[in-house]
Every structure is written in C-alpha cells, then in structure tokens.
C-alpha cells in the first residue's frame, strides 16, 4: 500500500493496522531543525507517539539506527515504520531540548554510558545500506567542515586560528577500519530532550560512519557551558571504545569547537560570547 503524505491519511492507516490505538489525536505539529513533517499524537489527551515524515532515505537511516542501538535506554522505542519509508512512528519523550539540561558532566556522563558506549563497528557486509563515510573520507569530512566554519566566522576570529585548525585535520583524520563506527552524526543538545533537567532521549540522528570521538567531541561542544578540560576528562574516561593521548583528545576538541562556533554564528547568535570564551581557553591548551 502507498500512503499519501497525508497526517490524516497515515493515522487511519495505523489504527485499522492496529499500531496505534482508534482514539489517537493529533495534539500538534512539533518545530524543529528537522527537514521533514514531526507531529505530536495523543492518546486520551495524553502525548503517546511522535509521528515523523521524510524522504525514503532518511526514514530507512533512522530505522536502521533505532534498530541497531533498540537496546540504548536514551533512545526512543521505534513503533514502527511504513514499509515505503515514508514515515517513522516513536514512542513520546517527556522534555525539551536545549534548556534546563542540568550540569554538562552529568548529560554527557549519560550519552556516554546509555549510548556511545555501545556503538557498533561499521561492517560493509551487514543491513546497514547505502551509509558510508562522509564525502571520500574522513579527512575531506574534516576539511569540509573547518571550510564551512571558516566562511560563517569571517571576522569574528583572527586568520591564525583557522590556520592553527586547520594545521590539525592531518592528524585528527586517520581513520582506520576498526575505527569506523555506525555514529548517530548530529549529538548536540538541539537533539537531546531533558525532563526535570535529566537527560531523557535522544533523537534525530543523521547517520554516518567515522570514528566514536566525532559524537563525543560534538556534544562536548554542542553548549557554551562547562567548556573545560575537567568535563572533558572526566566524561572522556567513561568511553570504552577510544583510546587517546591527552593532547590528541585537545586537538579534537579545537577542531570541533572551531566547527561549532561557524554554527553558532549562523544559529545560535546569542551563545557567541561564551563559545569565545571557551575558544580562548581551548586554543591556550594548544601545544
């Protein structure tokens, strides 16, 4: 059967199918960074199902992910996805993202222990698809993205810095086969949803392969707060699957930091003094 794009159309199809149950409601339709269609269903006037839309591609990657990691407590239950692809339906997370997130230690403790903890080495012989390194590889992944960074910030750091970064991407991108990784791609605390200011799900991954440190490195510097060496250090002797010098794991995190202070620019204007704080701190551990 071909479904429709039609809310309505898919909630009938899930009630006569007996996914969902024949008094589910639409409450509303969430906003968000997502490119496809998010709604809210509830059932007895209580939030129950998230209902997400999107290209054939990103609905298959999405189940893919939920399905390898379905054991991860930080990930919603996927009820179940239309089998042209078109739509995912998850169980409901309490929270919101960005906000009332509690201490850095303590969500990233979390991520780590709930999910990072247990990624999976990328086999080309398994179901996993069409997912492959970003671009031709990791290095040019890298190289993209410092580039695109590069051209956001302009002016609000000095040339040297993107040098000194882009001096790195050589040694952050040696990437062996036992180092790629099914990575949810987008760990950042627009996608994380706090409850009671706890760490209760994560969501919206935008999968690719590369090494477990990118996800962990990313939430890191997804936030202005607690941009120090002690988070970091802390957090970092939880992962289970890296193994790093000191000043390998710095360079990493300069990287990434550089890549998300391009984001804040064009995102998030309002965290740009805190992200510049914490570059300045960051770039004087550079050694």
């Known amino acids: 059967m071909v479904l429709s794009n039609n809310v309505n159309d898919i909630i009938t199809y899930l009630q006569e199918a007996g996914v969902i149950e024949p008094h589910t409601k639409i409450m509303n339709k969430m906003n968000g960074t997502t490119d496809g269609l998010v709604y809210t269903l509830t059932v007895n006037e209580e939030p129950k199902y998230v209902l997400k839309l999107d290209n054939p591609v990103n609905i298959g990657l999405a189940e893919q992910f939920h399905l390898t990691y379905r054991n991860s407590t930080l990930l919603p239950r996927l009820h179940y996805t239309d089998p042209a692809r078109s739509f995912n339906l998850y169980a409901y997370s309490k ?32 179901t996993w698809g069409r997912i492959i390194l970003p671009r031709q590889s990791w290095r040019e992944f890298n190289e993209i993205s410092v580039e695109s960074a590069r051209s956001k910030i302009g002016n609000v750091l000095p040339s040297e810095d993107y040098y000194k970064v882009k001096a790195l991407i050589a040694r952050i991108s040696e990437v062996s086969d036992n180092n790629k990784f099914l990575l949810h791609g987008d760990t950042g605390v627009h996608n994380f949803m706090f409850h009671e200011s706890v760490l209760h799900a994560v969501i919206d991954p935008s999968l690719m392969v590369g090494p477990v440190i990118y996800d962990f490195t990313y939430a890191f510097c997804s936030s202005p707060d607690d941009l120090n060496l002690e988070t970091l250090l802390a957090a970092f002797g939880l992962l289970q699957q890296v193994t790093m010098d000191q000043s390998r794991l710095i360079e990493e995190v300069i990287v990434q930091l550089y890549c998300r202070i391009g984001i804040c620019v064009q995102v998030h204007p309002h965290d740009l003094e805190g992200y510049l704080k914490g570059w300045e701190y960051w770039k004087a551990l550079l050694t």
């Open 95 to 126: 929270g919101t993202t960005h906000y009332n997130r509690g201490s850095k230690i303590h969500w990233l403790t979390l991520l780590v222990k709930q999910l990072l903890n247990h990624y999976d080495r990328y086999d080309q012989t398994n």
